[in-house]
């Protein structure tokens, strides 16, 4: 059998020995290797018709060749950001006759198919993150058996516990952290260390753990600047020495900054953008306690101090107001990102393709989400569009990437979210996410939802998001105890929600005609 290994994306200490390894173990069982140079550029660029290519491009492994690669970080084989199935047209080798459909991108696969074929390679190994082993996927559905060899500083590869590179981006951050503290404390500062994690903030959280740092802020989590200037200036104060000590991932985020628009189910939109339960609830009871001091009810849910942008009763009235907080973000320059959720039904109104024709045009940093439960009130929508996904199947025409979500994972959508919303915030444009979901009733509580088949509700009600997730949790051995005072603060947070509701009393008759516009009256002025 004849092996080929290639390293893609960026380099990090390890990738040589793993190399070395491979080539050993392949000996031992009597296989022969090929490295193949700068990534998946090594396929891309070769020239089957040209005797050099071989040289430039592939490089025959055995042991005497790796011998002492290991002595030394990086890897001997160079790498790329090559991705074969996404080439821009000026990176298409000359020898390849093939053009790019409207000046988009030319996918190379059936070109690297040739290529491994008449090489006589039998199984990749690429070693990288995401980007590389997104196209060893990319090759796996083709056909072509892949081992992917997780790479990353960041330990943030999806499906695997430890990436190559992780270990030794600690080691090296503890080790700069404690000849750091020395001159923090010299000179009484607060000092604060940047480290690996667009996306994942476990090597600033692990760094932070192993060399007892004070805070670490992680990707995950947005943290709010005032309440960390605060604590840190408290850990340095309480430090004899005078000073403090953080970790803070690259992908980290400020908190309460993003804003959303949602449907009138926004309930749960406008509570995790952390509007008070208490106002939700009164908001719905209608009473002065509510977010709209109860003039709104259930279905107009809104607190702008908490970017929760309103809830709209309306088919798609807010998709343009989304289009505007996005264009407000960009010509501010203060990058927040807008979220905007919506319904099926909402694909076949006209807001809908105005909207996402002018953010994709002005590359505007919103995230559009259509929550798909199959029906618009009490009609399927499979009965009334020509394409199997409302949403994801038309988001070419506008020049986005088809996105289709299990919107019952919870896991699966916040990755989804993550890779969006981020690429919202450099400055890349819009995405178009069609979560799969269902609901649990009718369309209100005057619908038995009779129209639905019931083995259809009892296919989905079996995959229910809070008991998959429950699930998951136990799988992966997360202590039931745990599990079960999550419910019961859960559930406490709701009675005191609860009765603050019903201790506050309804709202005065004289705020009938206040807040109706922006000077907080109610005349209008020409």
């Given at each position: 059998m004849r092996i080929g290994i290639l390293t893609g994306g960026g380099d990090v200490p390890g990738l040589n020995a793993c190399i070395k390894s491979v080539v050993t173990r392949a000996a031992e069982e009597g296989h022969e290797v090929v490295g193949i140079r700068r990534g998946w550029g090594g396929l891309a660029y070769f020239n089957p018709d040209a005797p050099e290519s071989t040289a430039s491009n592939l490089i025959p492994l055995d042991a005497g060749v790796v011998r002492t690669i290991d002595r030394t970080g990086g890897t001997f084989l160079h790498t790329s950001r090559t991705n074969p199935a996404k080439m821009r047209p000026e990176e298409v080798p000359e020898f390849l006759t093939v053009g790019a459909p409207d000046g988009g991108t030319v996918d190379l696969t059936p070109h690297v198919l040739r290529v491994l074929e008449s090489r006589e390679i039998d199984v990749l190994i690429p070693i990288g993150g995401d980007d590389t082993l997104s196209y060893g996927l990319r090759l796996h559905e083709e056909g072509v058996p892949v081992i992917a060899i997780p790479k990353t500083m960041d330990n943030d590869v999806h499906g695997t516990d430890y990436c190559i590179g992780f270990s030794t981006a600690v080691s090296r951050g503890v080790q700069f952290i404690h000849s750091l503290r020395t001159a923090a404390g010299s000179h009484e500062r607060i000092a604060v260390v940047e480290l690996f994690g667009r996306y994942s903030g476990e090597t600033s959280l692990v760094t932070a753990y192993l060399s007892g740092v004070d805070r670490a802020v992680i990707s995950e989590v947005p943290f709010d600047i005032d309440k960390l200037a605060g604590l840190l200036l408290s850990d340095q104060a309480s430090n004899p020495s005078n000073y403090a000590m953080m970790t803070i991932s690259e992908g980290a985020r400020l908190a309460e900054g993003d804003m959303i628009l949602a449907t009138y189910r926004g309930h749960n939109h406008t509570l995790l953008r952390g509007a008070p339960m208490a106002s939700l609830l009164g908001e719905c009871a209608g009473r002065s306690i509510g977010c709209c001091q109860g003039k709104g009810g259930s279905m107009h849910l809104t607190d702008v101090t908490k970017g929760a942008m309103g809830s709209y009763a309306i088919v798609g009235a807010h998709m343009p107001v989304a289009l505007g907080t996005a264009w407000s973000s960009q010509m501010r320059g203060t990058g927040e990102v807008t979220a905007c959720f919506f319904g099926d039904g909402t694909t076949n109104i006209g807001a809908f393709?105005?909207?996402?024709?002018?953010?994709?045009?002005?590359?505007?940093?919103?995230?559009?989400?259509?929550?798909?439960?199959?029906?618009?009130?009490?009609?399927?929508?499979?009965?009334?569009?020509?394409?199997?996904?409302?949403?994801?199947?038309?988001?070419?025409?506008?020049?986005?990437?088809?996105?289709?979500?299990?919107?019952?994972?919870?896991?699966?959508?916040?990755?989804?979210?993550?890779?969006?919303?981020?690429?919202?915030?450099?400055?890349?444009?819009?995405?178009?996410?069609?979560?799969?979901?269902?609901?649990?009733?009718?369309?209100?509580?005057?619908?038995?939802?009779?129209?639905?088949?019931?083995?259809?509700?009892?296919?989905?009600?079996?995959?229910?998001?809070?008991?998959?997730?429950?699930?998951?949790?136990?799988?992966?051995?997360?202590?039931?105890?745990?599990?079960?005072?999550?419910?019961?603060?859960?559930?406490?947070?709701?009675?005191?929600?609860?009765?603050?509701?019903?201790?506050?009393?309804?709202?005065?008759?004289?705020?009938?005609?206040?807040?109706?516009?922006?000077?907080?009256?109610?005349?209008?002025?020409?």
């Open positions: 393709h105005e909207s996402l024709n002018l953010a994709a045009v002005w590359k505007l940093p919103v995230v559009y989400v259509c929550e798909n439960n199959l029906y618009m009130e009490y009609t399927p929508i499979s009965a009334v569009i020509p394409v199997e996904h409302p949403a994801a199947d038309r988001a070419s025409a506008y020049g986005l990437e088809p996105i289709v979500v299990d919107g019952n994972d919870a896991d699966a959508v916040y990755e989804v979210a993550v890779r969006t919303v981020e690429r919202a915030r450099r400055g890349e444009g819009p995405s178009l996410v069609e979560a799969l979901t269902y609901r649990h009733k009718g369309h209100s509580r005057a619908d038995p939802g009779k129209y639905r088949p019931d083995e259809e509700v009892a296919a989905w009600m079996a995959r229910d998001p809070l008991d998959i997730y429950r699930a998951r949790l136990e799988l992966l051995g997360f202590p039931k105890e745990i599990v079960e005072e999550i419910d019961r603060l859960a559930l406490a947070e709701v009675d005191d929600a609860t009765a603050q509701v019903r201790a506050a009393p309804p709202p005065d008759p004289n705020t009938l005609l206040t807040d109706l516009w922006a000077n907080g009256g109610s005349e209008w002025r020409n």
